[in-house]
């Protein structure tokens, strides 16, 4: 498809605008757009949203054999992917010119820093070293997508934790997560790289451009630094004629920017640890608002609560049989399981209020199992849908998407960069809910 | 299609202040003929509107949403959408994008460009061309927006006056909403253009296509009223009215 024309009125006004130090959306010119950082369910899995734009990191690693010039230090590849989603203006399959500024802005920030510690991945020395693969996928572009990248990049590596190691002699045996915990990578420092756009031949400068500033400016300048203020790489683009003082006041601001970003990348990680070590829940599902109309999410409904026992009693009185069960899942195949299918319908309800049931109750899912005794509803329509209080099943309310969650925990287990691929297309379309 | 077996009616005279009907999705009714027409003896023809088709005798919907009704005789759907169809009749703002001997391309957000011929503008004759670079807005209306062909607009209408359309829009700022918000800013008695009006005065170009440009007397309103319309889209209307009426006081 083909990208929107930028009309002659808009970059017009674009550049009026900007040298009244107005912005489009009210920023001041050293404001960043919201951050927001989320984690997913597997180590190494982070999204971060500046603004409306979304990138999607994640990290994953793989006994490989080292290189030959370097026997004692393990391998670390980055790959940032710009995919149609983003933008009508990205095509599949070709590489185009920003494709290519932007992996090799990101692999020299990264690798050139020195900020992951090579020598901690090797194994066995010139046989075996981890090979960490850091993905960066772009959901949506709306400016500024270097820094996005950077801020997920480094922020998945701080998730990440890959399997632990243990040789013997000759013998070298990788622990699954069960047998013993994962341990994260050793990381120096974190770089993070800040865009400073100009405009009008270096006179006016904006931090952070969206996507119609980035489409006006003259040319852009990109410092990557951590919050030691040491400089990880600098590049200017764009062909225009930078003085000294500004390249040293863009230094001063990005020494700022990044002291705010690593606090923030700090404190996200900090609270996914604590959720994880507490037990709660985690992952993108739980940190999507609910308040949002895209919620997936229906409201809490509100269940009466008088007079239950009798009434419990009651409809435990009235109800037939229940009919045969299978335990659930019935594996036909490697790979196929069936649930439910073909069973009589225990619920005892006709079909439209079946219908009604599935409209309002996504929440609530059990298994054919978990039904006859459980669950109970009368067939009169006004009727308050009651979970008896039978202590012989365990009632346990899943939300959508965590079947699958549990799933692949499961199976990632001892698993390697192989089911990566996979993970990260599960991970998009749930974001695409 | 659904604009084929039906009169062509410009969107613009929808309002929405009619008797409006529950949700429909498009399976519900398989086949089934979806409503019962009170038959005036004024109308014996039922006209159907986007998001409704003629089978035959019976009328199916083709996309979800409320059905709304206009007496005497039309209805259609109101649906979500923000990607454009070019539509006949329908007025666009659109971005010229090529020049090329006597045709200007014209990007309206379709799927493909539209056509623009140079002698489609008042006054323009084979020697007095019109003043167009590539670039520039225009609001155009679609002669010809059906699935087979390239769409093609003009600007002027079958007098041969321009009628408002042209190009235009030195200083002001173009955006983008959905197509629901702008059918109702050209709703007739719109409540959103009359709350707008109270802040403070501005001009606007509306465009079926979802584009909208604004211009008003300095950059910082017209940034004020280019926020304020990207935002009401999903606001009720206490809402809007209060949030108006906040920049209303801070702005006098």
Redesign the interface.
Known sequence: MRETPLSNCERQFLLKAIEEKKRLDGRQTYDYRNIKITFGTDYGCCVVDVGKTRVLAQVSCELVAPKDNRPTEGIMFINLELSPMASPAFESGRQSELHVTLNRLLERCLRNSKCLDTESLCVVSGEKVWKIRIDVHVLNHDGNIMDAASIAAITALCHFRRPDVGIQGEEVTIYTPEERDLIPLSIYHMPVSVSFSFFQQGTFLLVDPCEREERVMDGLLVIAMNKHREICSIQSSGGIMLLKEQVLRCSKIASVKVCEITELINKALENDRKVRKEGGKFGFAESMAKERITALKSEIAPVEMIDIEEKAEDIICRTGAPCDTVPSPVVRAPGTGQVGEGLQNAWGLDEMEEEEEEEEDDIEQGGPEKQPESETITSKKGDVVVISDSEEEEVVILHQGVEVKDFREEMSSGQKQATSASKKKKKKRKLAH | MPWKNAHVFSPSTFYVDRVCYTKILPQETPGNCIMRVPLDNKADKVICGPGLRRNGDEVLVCKSGILRHKPPNLYWIDSIQKRYVPAKGESVIG?V?VKSGDVFKV?V?G?EQASLSYLAFEGATKRNRPNV?V???VYAQFTIANKDMEPELVCIDSCGRANGMGVF??????FKVSLGLVRRLLAPQSDIVKDLEKTFPFEMVVGMNGRV?VRART??Q??IV??LLESCE?MTTQQRQALFRRVADRVT
């Open positions: 971005i994008t990007d957000g799927s670079q670039g520039d807005l829009g030195a200083d002001g700022l173009l440009w950059a910082q017209t940034l280019a926020n999903n």
